[in-house]
């Protein structure tokens, strides 16, 4: 018996529509927050050349630089959310993948900045008008809070949301910052404190942003999808006239979708007979392990690796 493929299609068209209705839910939030955080930059940017307050600047350019992540964002779930064509038979998902890596390596890269004009601060502390920057960073640290509690229903639903989410969070953190250095520096003149909360924050922000890097780029490079191939092979193996499983492949598309391709060897039986065997595996994978796309390609025994517990990932 040679080679015989089956597609999950009714699979397919379930998790696209969830997709679909996922990215039109973080849009609207992404688009608003967008919105919210350019008025913070521009207010910032003008609050910190009116008072010439160093940190608000450099806190504007870092809101500028999370206003083009956060539309990146919204484009990016715009795009995913479009149909397959026959060039794209996988569709679009992987858009919102190479855009949260870009979103959170940017981020990464103004921490290292952050970092490095805090290490400044602390040499050559800044001269400024306390009071108006107080009131501009209060507008920004509302703002910022607004931004926040609009992302923070879907921020672990999508990594592109979280991506976005983090760097509202940075930035309500950082007002939070400029706030009590205000402070700091109107009642005590303690300059110090400003760049210090600037290192705790990015430090913090980089930890979170290497975890989106580190699973995208796994996501990217196809790693095998988190499952327990040692049972998935038990269940299997266990269905009447399966022999084994073996060349297995598991990959996402997105980090909801899983993949996962395999050849499963059985008893030398007609075609027809391997539909209700691909049925059970296909409810197996759906329901018990989460897969959203099953292919299997059925072998008979004569073509089994000697070793029956084969079973690369």
Not at 180 to 189: D, E
Request: glycine share 6%.
């Amino acid at each position: 018996m040679g080679g015989h493929d089956h597609g999950s299609h009714g699979h397919d068209h379930h998790h696209h529509d969830h997709s679909h209705d996922h990215g039109e839910i973080s849009g609207v939030r992404v688009f608003w927050v967008a919105l919210f955080n350019l008025v913070i930059t521009v207010t910032e940017f003008v609050g910190g050349i009116l008072s010439g307050s160093l940190a608000l600047v450099s806190d504007a350019t870092h809101n500028l630089s999370d206003t083009a992540s956060i539309v990146l964002s919204y484009v990016g779930i715009k795009i995913s959310a479009r149909e397959k064509t026959e060039s794209k038979s996988f569709g679009y998902k992987r858009a919102e993948i190479i855009i949260a890596f870009i979103n959170a390596s940017v981020l990464m890269g103004i921490c290292i900045y952050l970092l490095f004009e805090a290490y400044h601060r602390f040499l050559n502390p800044e001269t400024i008008n306390s009071s108006l920057m107080i009131i501009i960073a209060v507008i920004g640290l509302a703002a910022n809070l607004i931004s926040v509690l609009i992302l923070h229903s879907h921020a672990h639903s999508s990594m592109n949301i979280k991506a976005a989410y983090l760097h509202m969070l940075g930035d309500t953190l950082s007002s939070v910052g400029v706030v009590g250095g205000g402070l700091a520096i109107k009642f005590w003149g303690l300059t110090w404190i400003d760049p210090l909360i600037t290192v705790l924050v990015a430090v913090y922000i980089m930890y979170e942003s290497w975890k989106i890097v580190k699973r995208s780029v796994d996501i990217l490079m196809q790693s095998s999808a988190d499952l327990d191939f040692e049972a998935i092979a038990k269940d299997i193996q266990a269905i009447p006239d399966v022999i084994n499983i073996h060349h297995v492949h598991t990959w996402y598309s997105n980090e909801r979708t899983i993949y996962f391709e395999a050849h499963v060897s059985v008893c030398d039986i007609l075609i027809s007979q391997t539909k209700t065997i691909l049925d059970r595996i296909e409810q197996l994978l759906t329901e018990k392990y989460g897969v959203s796309h099953i292919t299997i390609q059925f072998e008979d025994d004569r073509s089994c690796p000697a070793n029956n517990s084969i079973f690369s990932k």
